[in-house]
């Protein structure tokens, strides 16, 4: 009687435990996008900021690769990772964001907007990178860690935030204005076309050939991307690398700087034929990254 009576009390307890387990089970799927694009931005940073150092060198100061490189050279090893945690802090949040928001707001909007898809997604993206620019003052300190110029200002991230904060809440959104345009347009484009662009490319049937095809997809997307918006980071660059001092627009600088280059269309892209392999090599490992956690998570 004993043991009859014991073996009905136990699928309650199993019921119980099903029950506790749930929710969290819920917040591991929805959170899961966010992470699998934490983790993807992690991956690519730890892989390509020694090429990202060259690019920006060559953004600020419109030098060829070979000096961009021989730059980072005189430096020493030492200094070659400098700068590294404001991207990793920031492309780890941004692209957790990018990637979660995105979901959720095309989740939302769908919901609760009677408008067509790809309205919908596209108003989701632009939102999503909006949102993004509030890490904006991450940016702004790894501009100034990677230009030679402060090196002897500041040494490392605090010390950087530190210099800024005499200068108000503002210094540390200075350049936000072209964040803000390639954020919102850049996040369209590839939610926009990284279906299409997937759905062209051969069949995959292995895990592999999968792996293959998001890290193709997302890297042809980020190199053009990356070609497309190239002129507008070279004016972001040069607004984030100054400290202080007077707020010009987006248009004043990008004309001063055309007019340093001699009004030439090539002196103003130089150092895009690096930022187009940077960039293919980047997304590549994002969207492949991301893509694959978003499988096994």
């Keep these: 009687m004993m043991d009859s009576e014991a073996h009905e009390k136990r699928p309650p307890i199993l019921t119980s435990s099903k029950q506790d387990i749930a929710p969290h089970i819920a917040t591991v799927s929805e959170m899961k996008h966010y992470l699998c694009g934490c983790c993807a931005a992690f991956n690519n940073i730890a892989i390509t900021f020694p090429i990202q150092k060259v690019l920006f060198r060559q953004q600020l100061y419109g030098i060829k690769t070979r000096d961009a490189i021989l730059q980072l050279r005189r430096d020493g090893f030492r200094n070659l990772y400098r700068g590294i945690l404001p991207p990793l802090m920031q492309k780890t949040t941004t692209l957790a964001l990018m990637f979660g928001l995105y979901e959720d707001l095309s ?6 907007v009677s408008t067509p898809e790809f309205a919908t997604r596209s108003m989701a993206a632009v939102l ?27 040494t ?19 350049g936000l204005v072209p964040v803000l345009f390639r954020n919102g347009f850049s996040n369209v484009l590839f939610f926009g076309l990284r279906g299409p662009i997937k ?14 095809n998001d890290f193709i997809c997302g890297g042809l997307l980020g190199a053009m991307l990356g070609i497309l918006f190239f002129p507008v980071n070279v004016v972001k660059t040069r607004m984030q ?17 055309w007019l340093e280059r001699d009004r030439k269309l090539t002196n103003l892209f130089r150092g895009a034929h690096l930022n ?16 694959f956690l978003l499988k096994i998570i």
Aim: glycine share 6%.
């Design 107 to 112: 989740c939302l909007l769908r919901k609760h």
């Design 128 to 154: 999503a990178g909006t949102t993004e620019a509030i890490f904006t003052p991450l940016e702004r300190v790894q501009t100034l860690l990677q230009d030679h110029r402060h090196h002897d200002k500041f």
């Design 156 to 174: 490392n991230t605090y010390q950087a935030f530190k210099a800024l904060k005499c200068h108000g809440i503002r210094e540390y959104y200075r």
């Design 199 to 212: 759905e062209h490319l051969p069949t995959a049937t292995t895990h592999s050939a999968h792996l293959v």
């Design 241 to 257: 690398s100054q400290i202080g001092g007077e707020f010009q627009s987006f248009p004043k600088v990008f004309q001063k700087i």
């Design 276 to 291: 187009y392999h940077r960039s293919l090599i980047s997304w590549g490992i994002i969207n492949a990254t991301y893509e």
